[in-house]
């Protein structure tokens, strides 16, 4: 397998916020958590999944008889599409002229996805930035492995944003294609991640503590959600974890709703509507607690 | 005759200009003394008559000295005078007729046959108006800015940046000095006589200015009456002689420009750093009355509110004492970075050799929101300069852009862009066999053209294209050589020619074989949106074959009414901006047809450039707004995509591959191209090394120029909501800065739908 196929949401080209330098991000369709602050929540299933936006349907109808399926239909004045039903089949997609209808991925082969990175070459070198993988969970993918191999290969920095809930095999194999592990550390306490997220916390904090033995660069993430692990006696135990882990970068994520949208689009409820979104400002005090805790935090990115 | 409304206002205006200091009966009987010489000279030399109008503005166009003001020199402008761009005044021996009509309201009733007459008089004699009798073609030539026409045309002097270190050499008694000798050598004449003549009144203008110094000291405080008596002290020393100070450099350098009636400046920190450095050295001048007396600098420039012009570039190559003229640069961003103003466009032109902590300062200003400095890559440049304009490497370090970015040599080249060119239009004119959609008129000129139904591969559209395109450059060079002609005939740009090389050495002003290399500009509108729309003709209708190609035509002259799928294809077919190999293909291709049609036809009537530019000052979305829909996507009355830019919302994958689509173009074949790109502070500011390194990448894979805005998410729509909460956010439109609430509403949502990254 050296031209292995993957399901890619989007990529974003000149990204600062996902490692060091300019970088792509190449976003990956499956995640094995579900998140309620997913700010992509698209790309948790593993099969691509229709997106319709409301905001540029215009109601024609157009789409109706194009759906081997009998998914869609309308109904006083609205377009109604059955998840149920649905197989993402995307024949409604082009035959819409609002542009309403998206899937969440396509398919792309590494050597593919390579060729859109290369293109930022020259802003790696002069920046030292490189590829990230994120998603989705990019351990998850089928060959991932080889396209990091390549990425290494063709001079590239590799970073993935992991959610660590997974095998170490699958992380050990990677060790020497990945030069940044950004791992997400959303809760310290074990009942409430498993309930909010699916993550098994011993899973993740082992799988750091093995990264951090086999040499590994290690940055740990939190989103900071309001109500959720955002009271500083929360924060201070997730922090503590992490040095006991012996990681000391430290990202701090405010929490925002900018992946609200997306929750129409997939039909689906956003419940976190009643939360407030957080500024960079409001991460102070949290921020301060780290540092006097010995680990070296960032906000945002 | 062709029809045509003088009237017709004549250049962009955004900024509001500062009323006459003088009362309206003042005005009118001034421009009554001038309109009564100017006939009392017919018949006699247009060197004579110049001369003989001019010394009935100055001094009495003067203004009062204003309490801040560090240096003498504010002029009113009235409808009626001499000049020579259409951003202040007029054009030679102008009259502003909407202007005039607009000024009678300032007079009685009982008064205003008078200001009829001298309209009625203008109508046969102004410069602009007797050159659009000639060169307007009914449908198809129009005059600026009448946007139902394809191809636009006026006669300037735009753009003149004089030899300012002749100036500075020699003072005005050098420059007699100087006439004198040529006179004697090669043999005397008029053009000679009238440049003596003009520098007799440059010298009772100074006199003038001195006495109103004077004026301004009465009742003034001690350190008011110093800086007074500094000025009047300047004043009578550069009335004949070379400067010495910086203060008279300053007072000698804008004096003449204002006589001149330019209104870009040129390389300030080449000719005035070494007066700057030495004043420092020797003590005679602290850091801080430097900075205030380039803050004065500003102000005088910012008054004179000519929206696109007011250029000051410092840095880059050639320079003759560069360590002096960055002293002068580092003061320089200072200023541009606390005053905000959106004039001078200030402009840094740099190379790898430019000092760091300058690069660091403008990317400071730029980062605070001041839209200043705009940056000129001279490694680029330099090198593209000498081809385009076919002069040898020292001469091309003497490239400066004005107004919206059109490149001259200082003090050796006329550019002035007479002409603007929608090649959107032209495109959609093609595919109509000769009928523009917006309005149903035949523009073809009696190009025959084929119907899009029996148009039946790409190749043949692109090349019948490329046929009208031909036909239209072609009433381009002949403009714009008409344009030279007709000013020629009436005027010899006198103060200007004194100090553009190499008027004196031949006794001839500028347009009559004076100036050293003559050139001009085209400026090209709806590039991308042709490339765009070829691009996506290429894959909708002759690649997928979703429609024919008269369909095609037809439902996209119904402004897609009925059929906005076709329209979404259309918008998605892959778009320059994106670093997308077949969109950035096709726009080079583009770019490089018009290009070389434009620069060899110049060379072919012997300028020695003739170039476009890809400069835009709003005209993108006033043009637009006559401009029928496109196969691109693009709505009816739509703005058209600005400059080298992307139609906005076109370029979705991020700041790099915009950059790189940016670099596609061979910076040879043009006089000018101007980039935007609008960032939050967040990425700017929060992450400026990596932008730095960013802007540094582009530069080396051929980026030849940049300007920045920097605004947060969302900050335009709420500034829309709330103008006066936002009264201090600059905006670069593209050949000019603006105040965001100040500009008109599609200009707004123009500027808005650009890509913001970070
Ligand atoms: S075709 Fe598009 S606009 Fe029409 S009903 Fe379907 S989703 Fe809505
Ligand atoms: S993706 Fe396929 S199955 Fe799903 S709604 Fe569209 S046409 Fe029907």
Redesign the pocket.
């Known amino acids: 397998m050296d031209n292995p196929k993957f399901f890619v949401t989007s990529i974003e080209r000149g990204a600062y916020h996902d490692g060091p330098g300019l970088r792509t991000v190449v976003f990956f369709q499956g995640c094995p958590l579900h998140c309620a602050w997913c700010c992509n929540p698209e790309t948790q299933p593993f099969r691509p999944v229709?997106l319709h936006d409301g905001r540029r349907c215009v109601a024609c109808g157009n789409?109706v008889p194009?759906?081997?399926?009998q998914?869609?239909s309308l109904r006083e004045g609205r377009l109604h599409?059955d998840r149920s039903?649905?197989?993402?089949?995307?024949?409604?997609?082009p035959v819409c002229p609002g542009g309403a209808?998206s899937?969440s991925s396509e398919i792309m082969s590494s050597e593919e996805i390579l060729a859109v990175v290369m293109k930022d070459a020259d802003y790696y070198r002069a920046t030292g930035g490189g590829l990230t993988l994120s998603g989705g969970e990019p351990f998850c993918q089928q060959g991932v492995e080889v396209l990091l191999s390549q990425a290494k290969q063709a001079g590239l920095t590799t970073c993935v944003e992991t959610t660590a809930a997974l095998s170490y095999k699958v992380l050990e194999s990677v060790l020497p294609y990945v030069d940044f592990f950004y791992i997400d550390l959303k809760h310290s306490d074990r009942d409430v991640l498993l309930r909010e997220t699916g993550a098994d916390l011993d899973l993740v904090t082992s799988n750091i503590g093995k990264l951090m033995d086999d040499g590994a660069n290690v940055t740990l993430r939190t989103a900071v959600i309001p109500g959720y692990n955002d009271d500083l006696p929360t924060l201070r135990s997730i922090f503590h974890l992490a040095l006991a882990l012996g990681v000391t970068t430290y990202v701090l994520l405010p929490f925002h709703q900018l992946g609200r949208a997306k929750y129409a689009k997939l039909g689906q409820p956003y419940t976190l509507e009643h939360l407030k979104t957080l500024t960079p400002e409001d991460m102070s005090e949290a921020a301060a607690l780290g540092r006097r805790m010995g680990l070296d935090i960032r906000i945002g990115g | 005759m062709p029809k045509f409304s003088v009237e017709t206002p004549q250049n962009v205006a955004v900024s509001i200009k500062i009323p006459p200091e003088m009362s309206p009966m003042d005005q009118l009987e001034l421009m009554e003394r001038y309109t009564a010489t100017h006939r009392a000279y017919e018949g006699k030399s247009r060197e004579e008559r110049e001369i003989a109008c001019l010394r009935v503005l100055y001094p009495a166009l003067f203004r009062s000295i204003e309490p801040d003001d560090l240096f003498a020199g504010r002029l009113d402008f009235l409808p009626i005078g001499f000049g020579c761009v259409t951003s202040i005044g007029g054009v030679g021996h102008y009259c502003v007729f909407n202007k005039l009509t607009a000024f009678k309201d300032l007079l009685p009733p009982d008064e205003h046959e008078r200001v009829d007459a001298l309209y009625d008089y203008w109508l046969e004699h102004d410069l602009k108006t007797k050159y659009c009798r000639q060169a307007l073609k009914d449908d198809v030539v129009g005059m600026f800015i009448d946007c139902e026409y394809p191809l636009i045309v006026t006669a300037r002097l735009s753009g003149m940046m004089l030899n300012y270190h002749m100036l500075m050499e020699l003072g005005i008694d050098g420059l007699r000095k100087r006439i004198r000798e040529q006179q004697e050598k090669l043999e005397d004449n008029d053009f000679y006589r009238a440049s003596l003549a003009s520098l007799d009144l440059f010298s009772s203008c100074c006199d003038h200015l001195a006495d109103k110094t004077r004026t301004a000291m009465e009742g003034s405080t001690p350190k008011r009456r110093e800086e007074l008596l500094r000025m009047e002290a300047a004043l009578l020393h550069i009335r004949n002689d070379r400067p010495e100070t910086f203060v008279e450099a300053l007072q000698l350098f804008w004096l003449y420009a204002l006589l001149a009636g330019v209104i870009n400046y040129g390389r300030m920190d080449d000719v005035l750093g070494p007066f700057l450095a030495r004043d420092l050295r020797m003590g005679r001048l602290t850091e801080d009355e430097a900075f205030s007396l380039l803050q004065s600098l500003w102000t005088m420039i910012e008054n004179r509110r000519t929206t696109v012009n007011g250029r000051i570039i410092v840095g880059g190559r050639g320079r003759r004492d560069p360590e002096s003229a960055d002293i002068f640069t580092r003061i320089a961003m200072d200023v541009a970075h606390s005053c905000r103003y959106v004039e001078p466009q200030f402009t840094l032109r740099f190379d790898r050799e430019t000092p760091e902590d300058i690069i660091d300062a403008a990317l400071d200003a730029i980062g605070s929101g001041a839209t200043y400095p705009t940056l000129y890559n001279d490694d680029v440049h330099v090198p593209a300069v000498m081809r385009a304009m076919r002069v040898d490497e020292k001469t091309a370090e003497q490239y400066v852009p004005f107004g919206c970015g059109e490149f001259v040599i200082q003090g050796q080249s006329v550019g002035t862009p007479n002409i603007c060119i929608n090649l959107l239009k032209i495109l959609q004119i093609a595919l109509n066999n000769g009928v523009d959609p917006m309005d149903g008129i035949d523009k073809s000129d009696g190009v025959p053209l084929l119907p899009a139904e029996e148009i039946g591969s790409f190749d043949v559209l692109f090349s019948q294209y490329k046929r009208l395109l031909d036909h239209y450059f072609d009433l381009s060079i002949e403009s714009q050589l008409l344009s030279y002609e007709v000013m020629n005939q009436e005027v010899s740009f006198l103060f200007t020619s004194i100090l553009m090389d190499d008027c004196i050495e031949r006794g001839k002003a500028v347009l009559d074989g004076g100036i050293r290399y003559l050139g001009g500009t085209v400026e090209t509108y709806g590039n991308i949106n042709v490339s765009d729309s070829l691009t996506a003709i290429k894959k909708v209708v002759f690649e997928d074959q979703r429609v024919t190609l008269s369909a095609l035509r037809d439902a996209v002259n119904r402004d897609f009414d009925g059929n906005m799928l076709l329209r979404r294809h259309l918008w998605e077919a892959p778009k320059y901006g994106n670093d997308n190999d077949e969109a950035d293909t096709m726009a080079n291709e583009v770019f490089e047809f018009v290009a070389n049609g434009i620069r060899d036809r110049g060379i072919n009537a012997g300028m020695t450039y003739f170039l476009i530019v890809i400069s835009n000052n709003q005209l993108n979305t006033e043009w637009g707004r006559r401009t029928a829909a496109s196969y691109d996507g693009r709505r009816k009355g739509q703005f058209m995509n600005p400059a080298n830019n992307p139609q906005g919302g076109a370029n979705t994958s991020g700041p790099t591959a915009m950059l790189n689509s940016l670099t596609r173009f061979d910076a040879g074949l043009h006089g000018g191209s101007l980039q935007n790109i609008k960032f939050t502070p967040d990425f700017f500011n929060g992450h400026r090394d990596l932008v730095k390194k960013m802007f540094r990448v582009y530069f080396d894979r051929g980026g030849c120029q940049l300007m920045v805005t920097i605004v947060n998410r969302g900050e335009l729509e709420k500034a829309v909501k709330n103008p006066d909460a936002y009264r201090d956010l600059l905006v670069r439109v593209s050949g000019f800065s603006a105040v965001f609430v100040n500009l008109e509403t599609d200009i707004q949502e123009e500027l808005m739908s650009r890509v913001l990254y970070g």
């Not at chain 1, 194009?66 to 399926?69: E, T």
């Open positions: 229709l789409c194009h759906c081997p399926q998914a869609l599409v039903r649905c197989i993402s089949c995307g024949r409604c997609v209808y899937l």
